[in-house]
């Protein structure tokens, strides 16, 4: 459905698609991680590479749920750490649900860091509250 719903966004994004990745130890609890099978689906459906741990995160964070905007953003600062693998290509970072923005925020920063040309941003989910 994604691929289907996306295709003209697809046509011109990166052919790398890295999941942004939960910590272990929430993964070890929950015992998969949503975006890494989002990501693997999607570039198995548009034929593309979904690497798994071209990013990671390094630091446990608390549930974003509740949380003002700039808490979420302190709460993922410095989260994730990008591997040197990303450098010279152009990644297309994949979640479930994008709220404020924050958590992709991040991850991007961080997959600069390492080295990435680009970094786009594609979610299954706008999540966002009418007051």
Not at 2 to 19: G, I, M, Q, T
Not at 26 to 51: I, N, T, W
Not at 108 to 125: D, F, P, Y
Request: with cysteine; net charge positive.
């Amino acid at each position: 459905m994604l691929a289907d719903e996306a295709r003209s966004f697809l046509s011109r994004a990166p052919d790398r698609v890295v999941a942004l990745p939960l910590h272990t130890r929430r993964y070890h609890s929950r015992k998969y991680d949503q975006a890494q099978l989002l990501a693997g689906s999607l570039a198995k459906c548009v034929g593309r590479q979904a690497p798994v741990g071209w990013l990671i995160r390094t630091r446990e964070t608390q549930r974003q749920v509740g949380l003002t905007e700039a808490e979420r953003a302190d709460n993922v600062a410095e989260a994730f750490t990008a591997s040197s693998d990303v450098t010279g290509h152009d990644v297309l970072l994949l979640d479930d649900v994008f709220t404020t923005g924050a958590t992709a925020r991040a991850a991007a920063i961080a997959l600069h860091a390492a080295g990435a040309t680009r970094v786009e941003v594609l979610t299954l989910a706008r999540a966002f509250t009418l007051t």
